[in-house]
C-alpha cells in the first residue's frame, strides 16, 4: 500500500507500507442433541477450536444451568479467538426435555411386622432403593425407614420421589390371671396393656371379664386382642385348671393358719403362713368390685405387701395352698 502527498508548491512525495490479510479462524459447534432440565450443571464441551468461550442463557464460563432453561430447543454461540486477534463464531441449539413428574405413595404409618406396600408412578421404569425394579414394592416393616424410587421416562429423563415410613410398636399385652382356680369360683380376670381397645374371645370388650363357676375338669382358655391408638394390635392367651377344692375350716382368729396383721391397715400389711412351710402359695388380690389388684406365688411364710396407693375400702384375699383355699377380709383406710 503506498501513500502520496502534494503541497502546494506542486511538490510530491510517496511512503509505502506493506498489511498482511490474516484468515478469519474456521470454528465449529456440536453440542449434545439433547439434555433433561433437572440435570443441573453441565460442563459444555464440542467447540473448535479449542480455548473458545462459549455464551447463551443459563451459561456462566463454559458451565451450562439447565434449570434456568426453558423445555425447548436453546441456542448457544461458541467463540474462538486466534493468537492475532481473529475470531470466529459457531452456533447450535439443545433440545432441553422436560423430566417426569415421580409420585410414591403408600401407607406413612406401619405397625411392626407389617407388610409394606408402596407404588410410584409417573416414569416408564423405576429403581428402588432396596433394589426393586417394578412400579410398586413391599417391605417388611422393622423399623422406621425411608424408601425412595428413581423414575425414567422414555427420553431416558429421571427424577425422583420418597416417603417416610414410620413403624409403630405393637402394643404390650398380658392377661393377669391364676394358673389354677377352685370350680366354684366367681371371680375376675383382667389385661394389662399399653392399648385402649379390647375384644375377648368371648366378645367382651371390656378390660375386666368376669368368669365362674365351672365344672370339674374344665380348663377354660381365654384370649385378648389389643389394639392401641395407632390401629396396632397384639394378642395374649391363657389357659386356667380347673380343681375341686376342699375349703379350709375357719377358725377363731387365735388358732388359724393364715394370719393378716394389722387388719384394717393403709395398704401396708403382713400375711403369715404358719402351717405352711416351703410350700408355693398362691395368693389373689381382689377388689370389692372384682377386679384383680395383684396375683403372686410365693414360697415363703411371710409375706410383706406394700401398696400404700389402694383406695380405702374392703379387699378379698384369696389364699390358695394346694386344694385348699381361704378367703380373708381385708380393710384398708
Known amino acids: 500500500m503506498t501513500y502520496l502527498i502534494t503541497d502546494s508548491n506542486n511538490c510530491s ?14 470454528v465449529s459447534l456440536n453440542l449434545i442433541d439433547k439434555l433433561c432440565r433437572n440435570e443441573g450443571f453441565i460442563n459444555l464441551t ?15 464460563g463454559n458451565i451450562l444451568n439447565t434449570f434456568a432453561l426453558n423445555t425447548s430447543y436453546n441456542y448457544i454461540s461458541y467463540t474462538y479467538t486466534d493468537s492475532n ?16 413428574i415421580i409420585r410414591v405413595s403408600g401407607d406413612s404409618i406401619l405397625c411392626f411386622g407389617d407388610s409394606s406396600l408402596v407404588t410410584a408412578v409417573g416414569g416408564l421404569n423405576y429403581l428402588w432403593s432396596n433394589g426393586d425394579t417394578s412400579n410398586f414394592t413391599t417391605s417388611l416393616a422393622i423399623s422406621s425407614f425411608n424408601l425412595s424410587a428413581i423414575g425414567i421416562d422414555s427420553n431416558g429423563c429421571q427424577s425422583m420421589d420418597s416417603v417416610f415410613i414410620t413403624v409403630e410398636d405393637l402394643p404390650q399385652v398380658n392377661i393377669n390371671a391364676p394358673d389354677t382356680l377352685c370350680s366354684d369360683s366367681l371371680t ?13 374371645n368371648n366378645n367382651n370388650t371390656n378390660v375386666f371379664i ?16 389389643a389394639t392401641d391408638s395407632n390401629g396396632c394390635y397384639n394378642s395374649d392367651s391363657t389357659t386356667i385348671i380347673i380343681e375341686n377344692c376342699e375349703v379350709l375350716q375357719t377358725h377363731d382368729l387365735d388358732d388359724m393358719d393364715i394370719i393378716v396383721y394389722p387388719n384394717p391397715n393403709n395398704g401396708i400389711f403382713t400375711i403369715e403362713l404358719n ?28 409375706i410383706n405387701f406394700n401398696a400404700p396407693y389402694l383406695s380405702n ?21
Open 46 to 60: 464440542g467447540g473448535q477450536p479449542n480455548g473458545g468461550n462459549y455464551s447463551g442463557s443459563g451459561i456462566l
Open 210 to 225: 368376669q368368669i365362674g363357676p365351672f365344672n370339674n375338669g374344665d380348663n377354660p382358655s381365654y384370649f385378648v386382642t
Open 313 to 333: 375400702g374392703i379387699y378379698s384375699l384369696i389364699i390358695k395352698s394346694k386344694n385348699q383355699y381361704l378367703i380373708k377380709k381385708i380393710i384398708i383406710q
Open 13 to 26: 512525495n510517496s511512503d509505502t507500507s506493506f498489511i498482511k490479510i490474516n484468515q478469519n479462524p474456521v
Open 188 to 200: 375376675t380376670i383382667n389385661v394389662i396393656s399399653s392399648a385402649n381397645q379390647f375384644l375377648w
Open 275 to 302: 402351717n405352711h412351710l416351703n410350700e408355693e402359695i398362691d395368693i389373689t388380690f381382689i377388689s370389692s368390685l372384682g377386679q384383680i389388684i395383684n396375683y403372686q406365688k410365693f414360697n415363703s411364710n411371710i
Open 85 to 100: 486477534s481473529c475470531f470466529s463464531s459457531s452456533i447450535d441449539s439443545i433440545n432441553i426435555l422436560q423430566e417426569p
